[in-house]
């Protein structure tokens, strides 16, 4: 990474940790059979990792739930294979600003709300998935173990894999996880 963008980036956290003290939300942990509302995060890095994803979505639609999706593409032209969905939005260079923050009115409209569970299948190096994940109002966020990239960790469940684990095996995990637990109240 250039000197430029670590510099851009070591900003943008800065600002997200004085955003993130100011956000309040309230958590609720819940399990993946009783979430109604379910927010999802993935870094499109290629065609089948963008087939695991609407895969999995598909699936949780199926059993009834709402499912709303965002995807950080790093180029500035989608690729062939993407086709719009209703409930996909797909965040790109030009949806960022100087420092890496997402500004795009479907970021925000995701950012405030209230998920039942958000699920962030990206890795820990994407900032503007991890900007997302914490200002999201969502009441029990889960996702990969990485590195605390801006002093706070954003997931009430987190699930310890290889940065180079797939998305499907790391979804795997995440339902059986989620599934398995019961909450009280």
Same mark, same amino acid.
């Given at each position: 990474m250039s000197l430029i963008k670590n510099l851009r980036i070591a900003f943008g956290k800065r600002a997200l940790r004085k955003e993130a003290a100011r956000n309040s939300r309230i *958590?609720?942990?819940? @399990?993946?059979?009783?979430? *109604?509302?379910?927010?999802?995060?993935? @870094?499109?890095?290629?065609?089948?990792e963008y087939d695991r994803v609407s895969r999995f979505a598909r699936s949780l639609q199926e059993q009834g739930k709402k499912v709303q999706v965002i995807g950080f593409y790093k180029y500035r032209k989608l690729p062939p294979y993407y086709a719009q969905k209703l409930a996909y939005d797909i965040m790109q260079p030009q949806n960022l600003d100087p420092f890496y923050r997402p500004r795009a009115g479907f970021v925000t409209h995701f950012i405030n709300h209230p998920f039942d569970i958000l699920i962030d299948l990206g890795t820990a190096n994407e900032f503007p998935l991890y900007y997302i994940a914490i200002l999201s109002r969502a009441g029990f966020k889960l996702g990969r173990k990485g590195g605390d990239k801006a002093g706070m960790l954003p997931y009430d469940l987190m699930i310890e894999t290889n940065q180079e684990t797939d998305s499907e095996e790391l979804i795997r995990h995440l339902v059986y996880y989620t599934s398995s637990f019961r909450f009280n109240g």
């Open positions: *958590r609720r942990a819940v @399990n993946l059979a009783e979430a *109604r509302d379910i927010g999802i995060l993935f @870094n499109m890095t290629s065609e089948a």
